[in-house]
């Protein structure tokens, strides 16, 4: 996927006197510099801070739309994907996660729900990757392809701000009542792009890996894992670690026996991604032999349900590999002379899928955090 302006032409605002909105709004201020251009047009608004309900109780959001919405309600105006969470990047992107579903939730139990709009700031990699500064928002974005099939009826659009701007209120408030087509758009300077699927021929070039450096692949003992593997030690790779959480109890002895053996050396290794000390320790072992060279991430997960059926619990569990598991492998291998850090991630990012919102958050997530690696001259690569 790449990322082409949009030519939609703005137009200038004209709203009724009655007309209202409900704004889930940040506490960084964005959302309050906006509202006076609102009020200024003749919009009512209702704006919720996290901090004025519990956040974290799905009950508490029906709660809010049940009190808040009227029949001259026309937007849900959504900012709280901007408050900065205590935590590693995965509790992050869990809470986020976490209110947007229970907003969702609330939202599509009502009759005549109103529009919605998504704000994120720097959750996509318009322009050029260096914008993409919040790989935890772009988690919101996957969960809001897989609403689009599944809901339809419900007009939802999504808005990325530019993380270099401090004045985006009059930018921001010109594309809430832009004359556009497009679902999803990113604002970058007085510039606005929107995602496009384009055909790309990849240079022709050969992959070899070092004889002399170890290569982790999480989810290796799955049929993608050795898969994998066997590739890499036609292209020069001798020292491999397959991890999985099961380690070799569930691999077929007579795969186990196929595995290229001398000069080969490889590792299966029980050991789950998202348990740091563990996986401190695996790297620790391959660092005492070899140089880590390279990291295949493709350990994951799925609990297909949903939107409305989805639960925190079946959310974290497809989120944890592929969000604490891709961050855990970054940052234990910072210091370690990578050629090679490849998260294996799905379509379901791009397109959406129905029944699929966790898996869509997670691939998301995934996809922005390689080019939030690759804009800090770190390799990075999604399959």
Request: hydrophobic fraction near 40%.
């Amino acid at each position: 996927m790449i990322i082409a302006k949009s030519s939609d032409r703005l137009i200038p605002f004209h709203s009724k006197p009655n007309s209202e909105q409900i704004i889930f709004a940040d506490t960084q201020g964005i959302a309050n510099n906006l509202i006076p251009l609102l009020q200024q047009r003749g919009v009512g608004c209702s704006a919720v801070f996290p901090e004025d309900i519990n956040p974290d109780s799905a009950e508490n959001y029906l709660s809010v739309l049940q009190t808040l919405l009227t029949p001259e309600t026309h937007q849900i105006l959504y900012f709280w994907g901007l408050e900065k969470i205590a935590g590693e990047i995965d509790q992050e992107v869990e809470i986020h996660c976490q209110r947007f579903l229970f907003l969702l939730q609330a939202l599509l139990q009502q009759k005549n729900p109103p529009d919605l709009i998504l704000v994120t700031q720097g959750a996509v990699p318009a322009k050029e990757i260096q914008t993409l500064t919040s790989p935890a928002q772009s988690s919101l974005l996957g969960i809001a392809l897989s609403l689009g099939l599944e809901h339809p009826e419900l007009n939802f659009r999504a808005i990325d701000l530019d993380p270099n701007e401090p004045n985006l209120e009059e930018k921001l408030f010109q594309e809430i009542y832009s004359n556009t087509s497009e679902n999803r758009i990113a604002l970058r300077g007085e510039q606005r792009f929107c995602p496009r699927l384009v055909q790309r021929k990849l240079a022709a070039g050969k992959i070899n890996f070092s004889p002399d450096g170890y290569y982790l692949i999480s989810g290796g003992t799955g049929g993608l894992g050795l898969a994998t593997a066997r590739w890499m030690v036609e292209r020069g790779a001798r020292h491999l670690v397959l991890c999985s959480r099961s380690g070799t109890q569930t691999v077929n002895p007579e795969i186990l026996a196929s595995l290229p053996s001398n000069p080969v050396d490889i590792k299966i290794k029980e050991c789950d991604v998202t348990d740091a000390e563990k996986l401190h320790i695996l790297l620790e072992e391959c660092r005492s032999e070899y140089p880590v060279r390279g990291i295949f991430h493709i350990a994951g997960t799925l609990d297909d349900t949903t939107l409305l059926r989805l639960t925190p619990e079946s959310f974290n569990y497809v989120l944890a590999p592929k969000v604490k598991g891709t961050w855990l492998l970054h940052q234990l291998t910072l210091n370690d002379p990578l050629d090679f850090f490849v998260c294996y991630t799905s379509a379901v990012s791009l397109i959406g899928s129905a029944g699929q919102a966790n898996a869509a958050a997670a691939n998301a997530f995934e996809d922005a955090f390689i080019y939030y690696r690759q804009a800090r001259n770190l390799p990075g690569n999604c399959d």
